[in-house]
């Protein structure tokens, strides 16, 4: 039994509580607040990194990665007895073509083929036909069809412009962009020269004073809404003393590669160096970021580093191995490529949209960006393995992926000629452009 003064206690006890919870109910009743509406999920939820050293005007536009070409451009150069219906069959467009475009434009000679016309074709990617042909005469006008929803339109007697072909020369100076710029070589063939040395030199580190180049290119009759465009035929770098030369030919299948004096292929299984150089050469805001330094680890490891948010891509075709992420060396990336050979790029902020273990990737394609630190830098660390051991990145010769055929090889030897005398400022007499074909 409870003595009276702990029940009084217990009964005031009581009564506080029961006047704390009414009035908690009361105030729950009068002040409750309205319900906020549930908010949207945001419909992109990785977010890629500014670079360090971007303008201000850059920051409201995201950089996205560079969509593949909607039209192929396929120039071929004609000789005496070639027949449009032959070149249509050989180029496997429909046989119709021929006689289409031979109504469609009556003044273009299609019938009396001379030797060195060209023909320019704009192919759609979607199915590899023609949406616009150019024609030119070695010596007269040029004839352009373009197809339209009733058939081809033809438009003749153009005056071919900027036909000839035209040399400039540069020194190396602050950066790789404002040399070319200086040179008077054309901003669309700035990223298209350092793609074409790519394998063997690297531009995001190895330019110094005394550096220097020259390039021989000519106009392509070709309308765009990008403005001009060009054709780089040759081009020649000296980098530290050494010289690398690249001349462009244009096999029996069409297709149009660039080669050494040899008449070797310049593209190899990896390029120099897995740093993006587009993103540090070919756009002018970009000018400013230095060059990226190389520093050489043991077990032939190399730390590239650059600006965060500096894009990284493949140094060879492959499938992704592995994607891992931990605290000392933040995500890793790892590739397999054919020969034996294994790629792996650590310290990296994120890894390309989509990018599994599994995905194909091609060389060049962008797979990632700088952005774990280490030691207070921003570093790329790179290892290449060769059956599971390290491979020595810095020295590997890696093989080329094909040479000018033997039976072509006297007129490529003739191209490379006149391309080599151009690119010193002195055209061999009686020569032009048009020798730069292997095609029969």
């Known amino acids: ?162 036909r000839s072909g035209k040399t400039v020369r540069s020194a190396w100076s602050e950066t790789f962009y404002d040399s070319c710029i200086a040179g008077g070589l054309p901003t669309p063939l700035i990223s298209n020269l350092a793609d074409i040395f790519s394998y063997d030199i690297d531009f995001t580190s190895d330019l110094k004073d005394g550096d220097y180049f020259s390039a021989f290119f000519q106009e392509a009759p070709i309308p765009s809404s990008e403005g001009k465009q060009f054709l780089l035929l040759a081009a020649e770098m000296s980098v530290s003393g050494k010289v690398y030369q690249a001349f462009g030919f244009q096999l029996p299948d069409g297709s149009w590669d660039y080669f050494d004096a040899r008449g ?98 091609s060389q060049a394609e962008v797979i990632g960006s700088i952005g774990a630190a280490k030691g207070g830098k921003f570093c790329l660390n790179f290892h290449l393995y060769k059956d599971g051991k390290p491979a020595n990145f810095r020295t590997a010769e890696f093989t080329r992926s094909k040479s000018v055929p033997k039976t072509i090889v006297s007129e490529f030897e003739k191209s490379r000629d006149f391309c080599s005398a151009a690119l010193h400022g002195e055209p061999p007499d009686g020569q032009n452009h048009e020798l730069m074909s292997g095609r029969d």
Not at 68 to 81: K, M
Not at 276 to 299: A, T
């Open 1 to 162: 039994m409870f003595s009276p003064k702990r029940r009084f206690r217990g009964r005031h006890l009581f009564i506080i509580l029961l006047i704390l919870g009414t009035g908690f109910g009361i105030y729950r009743k009068l002040y409750r607040p309205k319900a906020s509406p549930p908010q949207q999920r945001p419909a992109i939820e990785a977010v890629v990194s500014k670079p360090i050293g971007s303008p201000p005007q850059m920051a409201a536009t995201a950089h996205k990665p560079d969509a593949p070409d909607t039209f192929e451009i396929r120039r071929l150069v004609l000789h005496s007895g070639d027949t449009l219906a032959g070149i249509v069959a050989t180029s496997g467009m429909p046989g119709s073509y021929s006689d289409d475009w031979r109504k469609a434009c009556t003044s273009a000679p299609f019938d009396r083929i001379h030797e060195g016309d060209e023909l320019i074709l704009i192919l759609s990617r979607a199915d590899a036909l023609p949406v616009e042909v150019v024609y030119l005469e070695s010596d007269g006008p040029s004839y352009r069809l373009r197809k339209n929803s009733t058939g081809w339109e033809c438009r003749s007697g153009e005056t071919p412009a900027g």
């Open 264 to 361: 070797a292929s310049l593209k190899r299984a990896f390029l120099k160096s897995p740093i993006h150089h587009r993103q540090l050469l070919s756009s002018k805001e970009c000018r400013n970021i230095k060059p990226v330094l190389k520093i050489y680890r043991p077990r032939f490891a190399i730390d590239y580093v650059a600006p965060r948010g500096t894009e990284v891509c493949a140094v060879g075709d492959g499938v992704v191995s592995g994607v891992r992420k931990n605290a000392s060396r933040g995500l890793s990336l790892t590739i397999r490529h054919r020969g034996g050979y294994t790629s792996w790029y650590g310290n990296l902020s994120s890894c390309s949209r989509g990018l599994t273990r599994g995905s194909p990737v």
